[in-house]
């Protein structure tokens, strides 16, 4: 699934902490890549050397070829010509993941970022706890009297940092608290999103809220993951989800709308009310996306009133 690559490919990115060369990068996280947006900046990678294009394993010296353009002199592979996009790497914007995981923890905007140096920051206080941000748990086991430049008295600290092969257990004491950035955030809409635990419902092998279960939608159909849509899993309403699940519940067959409405608990006139985008939210990803679900998911006979959804059918077979 794409947004799950797109966030995998953030997390690794940010252990890292330096740009990547694109040819160094699997045909999924090139793809994550372009979902991104702007999460991502292009660079070009030290002008002296270079990764190996043809082994991608070592860095060679970088030389004019004399007519213009460049080779790369591999210690193993030996003079190797370079194509313009050799050198091409992306970076992740690191001040876009500090923003929207702010965002994500409902941290108080008057409360700014402060960098506490080697991969650290501070990103302020979520009800009144601090919350770090670190790109590594080794650096705050080398270094654990950073929590007490940031310690609150009576409230605990929280961590976010990618997992570390070598954890065994909790890595920190009681009173401070890790989320792992792989698993406990996720991105979606453009953004990023906080996973609470136990929000999942019960009784279904589901490791996200949007895995999809009927089709393209979520076990309570208010998350739906297209792959004509770039941003990641598509967040609905409430009420959106209900009129999905309604017209999913017809498997296929062609219902008059108010028949769908009634099914959908919901007074509008059109199935396709609640997913009207307002002038004021025209672009947002989060706006648009369940908008987006609808037109591909949903047909209409207009004349007739009638509506159905083809997916929902046994017999469906995708193109
Ligand atoms: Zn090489």
């Known amino acids: 699934m794409s947004a799950h690559e797109a966030w995998s490919l953030v997390c690794r990115l940010f252990a890292g902490g330096t740009p990547v060369f694109r040819g160094a990068m699997s045909p999924a996280e090139i793809r994550a890549c372009s979902s991104l947006g702007p999460a ?3 660079t070009v990678v030290n002008r002296t050397f270079t990764l190996c294009p043809y082994c991608q394993l070592r860095n060679g010296q970088i030389f004019g070829d004399g007519q213009g353009g460049q080779i790369c002199q591999c210690p193993d592979c030996g003079p190797i010509a370079l194509a313009a996009d050799d050198r091409s790497a992306v970076m992740l914007d690191e001040g876009w993941l500090r923003s929207k995981l702010r965002i994500a923890l409902e941290i108080e ?3 700014g970022v402060t960098d506490l140096g080697d991969g650290v920051w501070r990103l302020g206080e979520a009800r009144r ?7 590594s748990l080794t650096r705050l086991w080398a270094e654990p009297a950073v929590f007490d430049r940031i310690r609150v008295p009576g409230a605990g600290i929280r961590v976010i940092a990618p997992r570390a092969a070598q954890l065994r257990g909790a890595p920190f004491a009681t009173g401070i608290e890790w989320l792992a950035m792989e698993e ?3 991105f979606y809409g ?3 999103s906080f996973l609470q635990p136990g929000i999942q419902p019960t009784g279904i092998e589901s490791d996200s809220p949007w895995t999809p279960v009927h089709g393209p ?8 993951t297209l792959d004509s849509w770039p941003h990641g899993p598509i967040r609905c309403t409430d009420r959106q989800a209900e009129v999905f699940k309604a017209l999913w519940s017809f498997k296929g067959v062609e219902m008059h709308r108010d028949r769908v409405m009634q099914r959908a608990n919901q007074e509008g006139r059109k199935p396709i009310d609640p997913f009207k985008v307002k002038d ?3 672009g947002k990803p989060e706006h648009e996306g369940p908008l987006h679900a609808y037109r591909e998911l949903v047909h209409a006979r207009q004349r007739d009133g009638l509506y159905w959804m083809p997916r929902a059918s046994p017999n469906f077979v995708s193109a």
């Open 40 to 42: 991502i900046k292009p």
């Open 280 to 282: 004021r939210d025209k």
């Open 217 to 224: 939608f979520s076990v309570d159909h208010k998350w739906v």
């Open 109 to 111: 905007s008057r409360d």
């Open 129 to 135: 706890e601090p919350v770090l941000l670190s790109r």
């Open 184 to 186: 406990r955030f996720a």
């Open 190 to 192: 453009g953004g990023i």
